[in-house]
C-alpha cells in the first residue's frame, strides 16, 4: 500500500476514503444520537412497555462501551505504531549520518531506511486496518443505537446515554485519524531520510570518483618523478664516469679557458706546500706571492716582472751607488741619461743593499736609473749539531782526508757504515750484535755475540780500538767452519762477518 504523504505528496485514494467514511459515520451517528433524543421525548409514554427495551438497550449500550474501549485499544496501537514509525526515522537519520562516514556504511544506511519505510508502510496499513474496524465498530453501535431509538420511546434516558457512548466514540475515531496522520507523516520523513540517504551515496560516490581522479593523477606524478629520479641518476652515473676519467689529479694535452673572467689556482701556506713536482704552480699565501717548482720552490711575478727603480744625479766623481736593497747584476737594469749601459760598465756587491760601481764616474748632472728586478733571497745557514744525518751525505763521499791517520774515529766508524749499508753502535761493553749492524768496541776484554739463528747475506760489521783481546763468540754457528769463537789479535781491526750457510758458518773479509 503507497505511503499517505499529506497535501500535495504521495497518498492512497483507498485510504482517504476509509478516512472520509469513518468521518461521515461519525456525523451519521451524531445525528441519530439527536433523532433518538427526539424521538424520547415522545416515547415517554410508552416508556414502561419499553422497559424490557431499555434492557436490551443498556446491554446494548454496554456492548457499545466495549467497543469504544476496543477502539481505544486500537488508538493506542496506532500510537505505538506511530512510535516505531518515529524510531524508524531515527534509525534512518543514524544511517544518514553514516552514510556521510563512509560509502559503506551509506549503502548499509539506504538499506536501513529502506527496510525502515517499508515497516512504516507496515504500520500505516495497520492504523488503517485499526481505523476500518473502528469505523465497523461506530456503525455497529450506530445500528445499535437505529435499534434503540425504535424502542426508546420509552427509554429516551438510556437512549441519551447510548447517544453519550457514540459521541465518545465518534471523538476516539477522530483521534485516531489523527494517529493515522502522523503516523503517515512520520512515514513521510522516513521517506526524506532515505531521499537524503540515497544522496549522500551519491555524494559518497562522487567523493569516490573524485579520489579514484586524485589517484590517478597521483600516480601520474608518481609515474613523472620516477622518471625524473631516473634521468637523475643516469646524470649522476654520467657525472661519476666523469670525475672517474678525470681523477683526483688530471692530466690534459690542451687547454682552453675562454671568457672575460679569471681561473682561480690553488692557494695555501708554505707549510701547506705538496711534495714539488716539476711544473708544479701555486699562490702561496704567506708570502703572498704566486710560486711554482722545478727543482725547488721560487717565486713566479703575479703577471708582471716587479722592477724598483733607483734614481741617482751624477756629479762626475762618484762612481758607486747605494740601491735601496739586494739585487743581484742579471736582475738590474742601467742607464745614463736614458742610454742602456753594458754589464761590462758596471758591478753589482752582494751586500744588503747592493752597491753598484760604474767603471766611470758618471757625468755632473747625468739622469742615471737603475732598474732592479725583484728577488727572493734564501739563506742557508750552518746546520746545527748533530742534525746531518746519513742520508745526506752521498754515498762513497767521505774520503780518508776526513779521517785522522791515528785513530779510528766516529767519521770513520759512520763511513764504514756507509759503505756495508748497516747502522752502526758504539759499546764500552759486551753484547750480543743485531744482524746488519756496525759494532765499535771501545773498551778492552769485552765479547761480541754474533746473532742467532742466522740468514744467508745477513752480516755484522766488528771495528776495535787500541787493544787484541776483543772476542767475536759464534752463539751456535760456525766462523770460517770452525766451531770454536774467535778472538781479535789486532788493534784498530775491522772485520765484516757474512753468514754463508751451515757448513761454513760465518766468513769475513
Known amino acids: 500500500m503507497p505511503i499517505f504523504r499529506g497535501d500535495g505528496g504521495s497518498g492512497d485514494s483507498n485510504t482517504d476514503a476509509t478516512i472520509t467514511v469513518v468521518t461521515q459515520q461519525a456525523i451519521i451517528a451524531t445525528d441519530k444520537a439527536s433523532e433518538a433524543a427526539a424521538s424520547a421525548s415522545s416515547a415517554s409514554s410508552s416508556a414502561t412497555a419499553a422497559g424490557n427495551s431499555a434492557t436490551a438497550a443498556a446491554a446494548s449500550a454496554t456492548g457499545v462501551q466495549g467497543y469504544a474501549t476496543a477502539a481505544a485499544n486500537s488508538a493506542t496501537a496506532a500510537a505505538s505504531s506511530a512510535t516505531g514509525a518515529a524510531t524508524s526515522a531515527t534509525n534512518a537519520s543514524t544511517a544518514q549520518t553514516n552514510a556521510e ?92 531520510s532515505a531521499t537524503n540517504a540515497a544522496s549522500s551515496e551519491s555524494a559518497v560516490a562522487t567523493s569516490a570518483t573524485n579520489a579514484a581522479n586524485s589517484a590517478t593523477a597521483a600516480a601520474s606524478s608518481a609515474s613523472g618523478a620516477s622518471t625524473s629520479a631516473t634521468n637523475a641518476n643516469n646524470s649522476a652515473i654520467a657525472a661519476a664516469a666523469s670525475a672517474a676519467s678525470i681523477g683526483t689529479d688530471p692530466s690534459f694535452n690542451s687547454v682552453t679557458v675562454t671568457g672575460t673572467t679569471a681561473v682561480k689556482m690553488s692557494a695555501g701556506t708554505t707549510a701547506q706546500r705538496p711534495t714539488g713536482v716539476a711544473g708544479h704552480f701555486r699562490y702561496n699565501t704567506t708570502e703572498g706571492k704566486f710560486e711554482g717548482y722545478s727543482t725547488e720552490w721560487g717565486e713566479i711575478g703575479g703577471g708582471a716582472a716587479d722592477l724598483l727603480l733607483n734614481s741617482f744625479t751624477g756629479d762626475g766623481s762618484d762612481v758607486t751607488f747605494t740601491l735601496s736593497g739586494a739585487a743581484i747584476e742579471n736582475n738590474t737594469l742601467a742607464y745614463i741619461d736614458g ?27 747625468a739622469a742615471i736609473e737603475i732598474m732592479v728586478a725583484a728577488i727572493a733571497v734564501t739563506e742557508i745557514g750552518t746546520p746545527a749539531d748533530n742534525t746531518v744525518t746519513t742520508a745526506k751525505i752521498v754515498d762513497a763521499n767521505v774520503t780518508t782526508a776526513k779521517i785522522a791517520n791515528d785513530a779510528v774515529t766516529a767519521d770513520k766508524i759512520a763511513s764504514e757504515a756507509i759503505a756495508v749499508g748497516i747502522s ?74 757474512i753468514y754463508m750457510d751451515a757448513t761454513r758458518g760465518w766468513v769475513f773479509s
Not at 130 to 147: H, I, K
Not at 358 to 365: D, H, L, R, V, Y
Not at 459 to 482: C, K, P, Q
Open 424 to 497: 752502526s753502535v758504539v759499546t764500552a761493553t759486551s753484547l750480543t750484535a743485531t744482524v746488519n749492524t756496525h759494532v765499535y768496541v771501545s773498551a778492552a776484554g769485552q765479547t761480541i755475540t754474533l746473532p742467532a739463528s742466522p740468514t744467508i747475506g745477513q752480516r755484522v760489521l766488528v771495528t776495535v780500538g787500541n787493544f787484541v783481546n776483543t772476542v767475536v763468540g759464534r752463539n751456535g754457528s760456525n766462523i770460517m767452519s770452525s766451531g770454536t769463537d774467535m778472538t781479535l789479535d789486532s788493534a784498530y781491526l775491522s772485520i765484516q762477518f
Open 101 to 192: 562516514t563512509a560509502e559503506t556504511n551509506a549503502e548499509t544506511a539506504e538499506t536501513n531506511a529502506e527496510t525502515a519505510e517499508t515497516n512504516a508502510v507496515a504500520q500505516v496499513s495497520l492504523a488503517a486496518a485499526q481505523v476500518t474496524l473502528a469505523a465497523g465498530q461506530v456503525s455497529l453501535a450506530t445500528t445499535q443505537a437505529s435499534s434503540a431509538s425504535a424502542s426508546a420511546t420509552s427509554a429516551s434516558n438510556s437512549a441519551s446515554t447510548a447517544s453519550g457512548y457514540v459521541t465518545d466514540a465518534a471523538a476516539e475515531v477522530v483521534l485516531a485519524a489523527a494517529q493515522v496522520t502522523l503516523a503517515t507523516t512520520q512515514a513521510t520523513n522516513a521517506a526524506t
Open 339 to 365: 742610454v742602456y749601459q753594458n754589464k761590462t760598465a758596471y758591478t753589482v756587491s752582494g751586500a744588503t743593499p747592493a752597491v753598484v760601481t760604474f767603471s766611470e764616474a758618471p757625468a755632473t748632472g
